[in-house]
T-cell receptor, first 115, second 111 residues
Framework: DAGVIQSPRHEVTEMGQEVTLRCKPI?????LFWYRQTMMRGLELLIY????????DSGMPEDRFSAKMPNASFSTLKIQPSEPRDSAVYFC?????????????FGPGTRLTVT | KQEVTQIPAALSVPEGENLVLNCSFT??????LQWFRQDPGKGLTSLLL?????REQTSGRLNASLDKSSGRSTLYIAASQPGDSATYLC??????????FGKGTSLLVTP
């Protein structure tokens, strides 16, 4: 398996622009997570999905952030409009639920820079 | 918020040493605990996962222990090698599915 795939790996954009980050989870995994990593706050959960349905979005910082999962193999995280404080590394992770051990597998991340 | 703390924040050791990384958490009602490795500019690689009913897990030169009552976990690395240099992250799962991460320990193993 190719693991969790994220694109783009790097994104540089200007303040006010829309940014869309993409994620393809490991095939067969029914949970998908979006995390953000900054030097100040470390790794924080933004939102997670179960069977394509958002379960907990309490970590989404504000209405400028939105996430979708239209099918089991694709998810997007959108920021509109972007601000310099959104600069961070955004990780997508996936796992099996049910009676499994819930080990989470992470993608390589998208490094976002908003100027 | 359930806090996860990792000490030390940074560690430098000569090659061949055995070392221990520490992780503490404020709420003992955990579901499981996962140790990750992160190389600079890279994603997270899962090293070990310990369920709340387990006391330890081993993989090669790595051994992770869990003491829920004291709110502590340790990651033991035997016979360290320069290739072990990375940031090691501890993450605790509580009742939901989200992981609560510590800030990590940055490890440098010198030849």
């Amino acid at each position: 398996d190719a693991g969790v795939i994220q694109s783009p790996r790097h994104e540089v954009t200007e303040m006010g622009q829309e940014v869309t980050l993409r994620c393809k989870p490991i095939s067969g995994h029914d949970y998908l997570f979006w995390y953000r990593q900054t030097m100040m706050r470390g790794l924080e959960l933004l939102i997670y999905f179960n069977n394509n349905v958002p379960i907990d979005d309490s970590g989404m910082p504000e209405d400028r952030f939105s996430a979708k999962m239209p099918n089991a193999s694709f998810s997007t995280l959108k920021i509109q409009p972007s601000e310099p404080r959104d600069s961070a590394v955004y990780f997508c992770a996936s796992s099996l639920g049910g009676q499994g051990n819930y080990e989470q597998y992470f993608g390589p991340g998208t490094r976002l820079t908003v100027t | 918020k359930q806090e996860v703390t990792q000490i030390p924040a940074a560690l430098s050791v000569p090659e061949g040493e055995n070392l221990v990384l520490n992780c503490s958490f404020t709420d003992s009602a955990i579901y499981n605990l996962q140790w990750f490795r992160q190389d600079p500019g890279k994603g997270l690689t899962s090293l070990l996962l310990i369920q709340s009913s387990q006391r330890e897990q081993t993989s090669g030169r790595l051994n992770a222990s869990l003491d829920k009552s004291s709110g502590r976990s340790t990651l033991y690395i035997a016979a360290s090698q320069p290739g072990d240099s990375a940031t090691y992250l501890c993450a605790v799962r509580y009742s939901g599915y989200a992981l609560n991460f510590g800030k990590g320990t940055s490890l440098l193993v010198t030849p």
